[in-house]
Each structure stands twice: as structure tokens, then as C-alpha cells.
């Protein structure tokens, strides 16, 4: 028989350990699938390490994809420290990408020093609305937010398209369901020369940056912790539970919607319908990964970009399917979510009991 | 009483991690006895009663039934089905009713092979005739559960056991819930019983009742039996030295002459979810240096009181008076500024929050405070060192005050609640429960903390379902019944029962 006990206490080492460990195992069991396929594992992770940090251009490659895994995975880590179940990153992230062409692609023709951050600005504010919406129907009519939020992703997608059609369409683009270039003042300015990795890198690590710093030092970051673990006993505290919930929607929906601003602006310059390959449901397997830390998100958004961008490479000079990419991705969100429940529990093997009657 | 064991615990030992909750534990109960375990909260009591329900697996030890002929088997242990089968029956603390379908249903229910179509209800309903005529328990058999009253809750319980053919029953804390005229009737229907040859553990930290109507007791402390003694050679301050290891701490209590109204309640309702969670045009005041106790039978709006004191509740009608100043819109921050310490009833969900440090905990009222923060960061060597200062006055011991809170035990959990009220110098104070699952020596802290709030001019509510607390602490008693408060008038223990059960005194 087994039984399943609670552990006492989860040492430091053992917190951190487990998604290293996780990530370590559910490379170990993706070998399995490569295996099938007919490659031979360790040449393949040596073509997946090669096409991560094989050259300047492989590492570029590698971070352009992190930045908007690293916005969506502090907005989905953020609002999870409150307990508040923002599944609506996707959405959140078109929001902010339509406000950003709307704003960014001819209708203000200004300075770039004023562009930009407008750009910045309203892309946020758009995908805070997206969020602070759903929180609103949770607050006042209890309505589930992953039910609202999940839901509220399809029905910006739509919208999405019909604006590409409509109001948002270029002009010049011949009838094609996209948007119009963002002014070229209005860019995010490339990192390096002939590289892909653009400025949106440098927010996304500054805001990472922040959002440690408040999380554990701030008044607000106390309340937001202490509304997420026992909201019951913030109110009692006097805490203002539901001005906290609204205060880290805003948050961590305009982080969201900045992946969409970073990505159209950073990255493609227009807007189309597939911006994002599920930026915004990776970045919850981002933050479950990073423990809900943002130091962590950072981290674990450069392993899930180099996964992606590995098993790409690995699947040009293998001819193995890059699915093997999200695989491995979906793999270690189970592993962690296994080695959580191990930190936190361990499972003992008693001996049966005799039976005597 | 005949000599005939039915029963016998033969070393039991149980180990939670660290925590050992029976350490080699033996006992035996003959038929017909009524067997005390008595113990504080925490001796392991529970524990040893759930291994023998089968609910726990023991580390070592068995368990010997005796059958109906009288010869002992060893139980296969960590399976509740074979207690029940070999005539073991428990009733929780916390009632297992189906609260939606009446007590026939939630007697027979379980106890009927799963796959027959058709179940011959006269026939239960005859057995069941047959059990409340000999028992003398008595309940209503065809409205839903949750239309009774506590009281007949559990005999619906007790009942259950006895349908299902229980020899021994074990009774988990039966008057916890109960007035003191129920729990009168409760111990004659179970001398009754035992009469009949039934065998009967009861879990009990009252001293009164054991004495007053048990066989023999057997007391734990720390998992260990450490006495064993038949009732009639029992006396108070032995049990008391037995179960505490030392002499019980005795409260101080000096005479005290009430100053001026600190809180006042003006035909105050409250709307509640619940009959627990609702005041009927309650009005009280309470005065500098006077505590004042509120009995009352668990759930007759005590939270509803707790509630509205505590800022979380919103009136529908009424006044409320802090001093002299009207709150007009009461909410939690509006109630500790104005000087309200509140001791919460559920202090592991609504004290504190459990994965913050104990140093966090103890400055989470407190966010606005210009010592604990500036310009909305958090001062964390003021935090750190007020942790450290209040751990030290207040005895608060655990891994340290950067450890998460939910680490430290009951009492040192309310130990840093009290430690975050007392520290500010509250006006008034409400204690909702404040010893309830504590150990006799942080009890008597909670009591001893108390007065001397009291002996420094504040006014305290303290709530309580233990009368006894009440009684040891209060200057004055209200008893609060169907969500309205009336004065008591009197510290006769008899008079307030039955003012708590709703009847004339």
C-alpha cells in the first residue's frame, strides 16, 4: 500500500531544485520520442544546443523569442501570487498590439522620443483593460476569472480579425488581413546590428527587475502576497482585498498587452492575426516553472525560448518534427507540477495490513 | 459493569514526521464501561481513537474487539469498514450528516447493500423505534438533518452508530457543542445504554463531566497515557496535575471598577448568510477595565457579533460608538484605527497568513505605520526588529520570526496574534475564542493577557462557548441566542444554560 504523507518543511535548495530537476527530466523523457523518430539523442540536443548558443545570431534568435515569454510570464506570475487566475495573457497580448498600431502606424506622426512611449503607454493600458474587466466581474458578481479571462481570448481574437479587416487594415496590403507598419520612429530600436533582438529585451528585464523589487519590498507587494495566500486574513488585517485585486489585473494585464507592443513593435512592425503562437498560455507555464517569481520568469523564459528555438534548429539539421519543442515545453510544466507535489509531499510504502477475519 | 474486556489498545504508536501523537498507548474497556480519555488539546487523544476507527494506520501496536460472544480478535487496523464490522462506532466532533435528507436516510445510509433495488424502509424504521425506546434518544426522524438542532444532531449520530450494531462507541468532544442541560440528558441516555451492555469512550478536556459521569479515566499527555484511575478515586486537582504535567496556572483576577463606555451597539442587525453570521437589533456597551463575556451555544450569531466588531461586517441597521465617536462605515481598517484589537476565532485562516514570516504577521495591521514603511516600501530592519522584541515579551517560540507562520504550534500562532493586538494598547479588545484548541498553560496566557488589558483600562468582548472560560474571566455576561443579546444578570452556571437554550431561567 502507499500512503502519502505532508513533508514537515521544504528546504531552499529543495524550492529551487525542483524545476532545474524538472527541466533536466523532461529532457530525459523527450529522448524518448527522439528516439522513435529514429535520431539519436545526444547528436540531436548537441544540433538543439548548437542552434541556441551555437552563434551571435542563434543567441539573438533566442532572446527575441524570451522577451515576450518574459512579459507574459510576470503578468501570469504576478497576478498568480494573488491568486488571481489571469488565463486571458493572449488576449491581453493582441489588446495591446491593436493599441499600439492604432497609435503607432501613421495616425500621430510625431518624434520618435514621444512615440514610443505613447506606444508603450497605451499598449499596457489596453491589455490592463483587458484584464481589470474580467476582475470587476469576479469582484462583483463572482464570476470565475479563468472562465471569463480564457474565454475573453477567443473573443479578442475575433475582434482582432475583423479590426484586420476593417479599420486596421492596410491599405496597401491588397486585401490581406493585416495591419499598417508601425511610423519607423515608432520602432523598438534593434539591440544589435542585423539582429533580430530589439529594445523590448531591455524593458522586459527592467520590469522583471521591478517587479521583484516590490513584490518583496514594497507595502504593495506585501498586500498582493498577503491577499494571494490568505485572503481571509488580509481583509481581517483591514487590507483593501479587492482594491489589491484590481491594483495587480491592471498589472498584470498591461504586462501582457506589452508583449503584443513589444512584438509588433519590436519585432514584426505590423500587425497580423498570428502574432503570437500562444505567447500568452506559455507564459503560464513560464511563471509555473519560475515558482511565481519574477527573477525566476526571467530565467525560465530563456529556457523555454531555447527550447523552442533549439528543437527549430535541431529539426532543420535532424529532420525530426520541431513539435518536439512544445513537448518538451508541456513535459517539464508536468514535471514541475509532479515536483511540487514532491517538495511538498512524500510518498511512503507501508507494508499491507494483515487481514485476520 | 461486568469484568469482560470488549476492548483493548495494546501499545499503539503513531508518529506524525517529528511529532509523535501515541506513544505506546495501551487501554482496555470493559463491557459496560464508560471510559474517559482526557487529555489538552494536542495529548493525542483524537489520534488514538482514529487509529482504532481505522482512520490512521499505527506505527506499531494492535487492537483487540471483542465479538458479541465475548472473545477478543485482533482488528486488521487502517480499515474503517472492519471497525464498523466488528462493532466499533465513532461520532466526530464534526458531524458526517447528509444535512439535505432526513435522519432515517442519513441512519441507514451506508449501511444498505449498494446494488438492491428496493430497501425495506418499515424494517429500519422499526429497528430504529426500537433503539430510540431503549436509549432514550430521541429525534425527529422525518424532517432533513439540517432543519435540528445541534443537539439532535448528534443523537442522530449516536443513533447511526447504534443501527449499525456498535458495541463500542466512541464519542469525540460530545458537549462541545452542547448546553449543560443537553449534555445532562446526553450522559443519562448514555448510562442507559451501558446499562444495556454498550461500551462507551468519551473524549473530553472537561474535568466537570468526567468526574461527574464516567467509569474510569485515562488520562494522555503528549501522546503518553500518564494516568489511569477509576473515577471514584479521581479528584480535580489530580487529573488537572496529570494532564498538564505540573500544577494548573491559576488567573489572577482582581476587582475592577468599570470607567466609561468604550464600544456601544445601538439595535445593531446585521445580515448574515447564516443564523451563525446574524444580529437581530443587538445593544451591549462595554466599559473601560470590565470584561465582557458573551455565551451562547455555537452558532447563534456569535460570529455575526465577531464580524461587526471586527469591521468585516457591514450593519443593516443601528449605531455603532467607538468612545464617543460614531463609526459610520465600519471595515476593518476603520475598526483598528479606531483602536479595536481583535482576536479572531479561526486564527489559522483569518489570523494569519500562514506562508508570510512571523515578522510580516506581526506588522500586517499596521502597513500605513511610518515605522514600518516609507513612501510605500517596506522598512524591513524596523519589521525585523519589532518582530524580534514582540517574540521576546510575548514568549512567541518557533524557527525564528523569518520562518513562515504557519510553522509555529496553536498557541504560538495566538501568541503572535496576541503580541500584534496587545502591543498597540487597543481601547477594546475582541476575543472570539481566543483558547479554543490551546493547551491549559497558553490558555491561561490568553487569560492572563486579558486582564491585564483590562487592569490598563481597555474594555474586552470575550466571546466563548466554553462557559467555564467565561465565567473564570468576565466582569459581566451577555448570552447571545437566535442572534440577539440579552443581559444575564447573574454568574449562576445553571441559570445562564438555560438562558443559552432559550429558556426562562
Known sequence: ?357 | MTDQTVLKLNGLSKRFGPVVANDDVSLTLGRGEVLALLGENGAGKTTLMNMLFGHYLPDAGTVEVADPGGTLHPLPLGHPQAALAAGVGMVHQHFALAENINALDNITLGSEPLLSLRRDRRAAERKIKDIMARSGLTAPQDVPVGRLSVGERQRVEILKALYRDARILVLDEPTAVLTPQEADTLFANIKTMTAEGLSVIFISHKLREVLAFSDRIAVLRHGRKVGEMATSEADEGTIARLMVGADTPKVAREAATPGAPVLTLQNVSVAGRSKRDTLQGVTLTVHAHEILGIAGISGNGQSGLANLISGLAVPTAGMIRVDETEIARPSAATMVAAGIGRIPEDRHHEGIVGAMSVAENMVIERLGDPDIQSRGLLRRDAIQANAEGLAQAYDVRGPGVGAAARLLSGGNIQKLILARVFERAPRLILANQPTRGLDMGAAAEVGRRLLEARGRGAGVVLISEDLDEILGLADRIMVIRDGALVEAGTMDRAKIGLMMAGEPA
Open chain 1, 1 to 357: 500500500m502507499i500512503r502519502i504523507e505532508p513533508r514537515e518543511n521544504t528546504s531552499r535548495a529543495f524550492a529551487l531544485g525542483v524545476p532545474v530537476l524538472a527541466a533536466l527530466v523532461a529532457l530525459l523523457l523527450a529522448a524518448i520520442p527522439l528516439l522513435a523518430a529514429g535520431a539519436n539523442p545526444i547528436t540531436a540536443y548537441g544540433e538543439m544546443i548548437k542552434g541556441v548558443f551555437g552563434s551571435v545570431f542563434a543567441v539573438s534568435e533566442m532572446l527575441t523569442r524570451a522577451t515576450p515569454l518574459i512579459f507574459t510570464g510576470l503578468a501570469a506570475a504576478l497576478a498568480f501570487r494573488a491568486k488571481l487566475w489571469n488565463i486571458g495573457a493572449e488576449g491581453q497580448l493582441y489588446l495591446g498590439a491593436m493599441a499600439a498600431v492604432a497609435v503607432g502606424s501613421g495616425w500621430l506622426d510625431i518624434s520618435g522620443l514621444l512615440l514610443v512611449p505613447l506606444i508603450v503607454v497605451i499598449g499596457a493600458a489596453a491589455g490592463a483593460a483587458g484584464m481589470v474587466a474580467p476582475t470587476y466581474l469576479k469582484v462583483r458578481f463572482g464570476a470565475d476569472e479563468v472562465v471569463t479571462t480564457l474565454l475573453l481570448n477567443f473573443i479578442i481574437l475575433i475582434f482582432l480579425q475583423m479590426m484586420l479587416e476593417g479599420p486596421l487594415q492596410d491599405p496597401m496590403s491588397l486585401g490581406w488581413p493585416q495591419s499598417a507598419p508601425i511610423l519607423d520612429q515608432g520602432v523598438l530600436p534593434p539591440l544589435m546590428d542585423r539582429m533580430r533582438v530589439h529594445s523590448g529585451l531591455i524593458l522586459a528585464l527592467v520590469l522583471a527587475g521591478i517587479a521583484q523589487f516590490m513584490l518583496l519590498r514594497s507595502v504593495w507587494g506585501f498586500k498582493l502576497r498577503a491577499v494571494g495566500e490568505n485572503a481571509a486574513a488580509a481583509r481581517h488585517a483591514g487590507i483593501n482585498v479587492k482594491r489589491s485585486l484590481f491594483g495587480v489585473a491592471a498589472i498584470s494585464g498591461g504586462l501582457a498587452g506589452l508583449a503584443g507592443v513589444s512584438e509588433v513593435a519590436g519585432l514584426k512592425g505590423y500587425l497580423t492575426a498570428d502574432l503570437s503562437p500562444g505567447f500568452g498560455y506559455t507564459g503560464i507555464v513560464v511563471a509555473m516553472l519560475a515558482g511565481l517569481s519574477p527573477v525566476g520568469v526571467v530565467i525560465a523564459a530563456l529556457f523555454i525560448a531555447s527550447v523552442f528555438v533549439g528543437a527549430d534548429s535541431m529539426s532543420r539539421a535532424m529532420g525530426v518534427s520541431s513539435f518536439l519543442a512544445d513537448l518538451v515545453v508541456s513535459m517539464s510544466l508536468l514535471c514541475v507540477l509532479v515536483g511540487g507535489f514532491l517538495s511538498k509531499y512524500r510518498i511512503l510504502r507501508t507494508a499491507k495490513a494483515e487481514a485476520t477475519s
